[in-house]
């Protein structure tokens, strides 16, 4: 449990440090921005997004801008994940 919560937060901490140096914000729960989004939020944000393979060719379903916006303050690795690297 200890490393599941580490792990959680060091993703967190990245995620906010990327985005307060940027100087953006990421739209919260009532609409409002803030550069100190709770990774939760982020997942939750995430939902309803598919990887589909048709005919050999892999596609992600229902990649939105904001959650393509959001992808470019998470770690390249995630980024590789939704296949945008």
């Known amino acids: 449990m200890s490393l599941c919560l580490l792990v959680y937060n060091l993703g967190q ?10 100087k953006v914000g990421i739209k919260n729960q009532l609409g ?10 982020v997942f939750q944000c995430f939902q309803g997004i598919h990887a589909l393979t048709l005919n050999g060719v892999n596609q992600i379903i229902n990649l ?3 959650r393509h916006f959001i992808l470019n303050y998470l770690p390249s690795s995630c980024q590789k994940y939704y296949l945008l690297s």
């Open 64 to 66: 939105t801008e904001s």
């Open 32 to 41: 409002k921005l803030t550069n100190s989004p709770t990774l939760r939020w």
């Open 13 to 22: 901490r990245e995620m906010r440090n990327n985005l307060k140096r940027a």
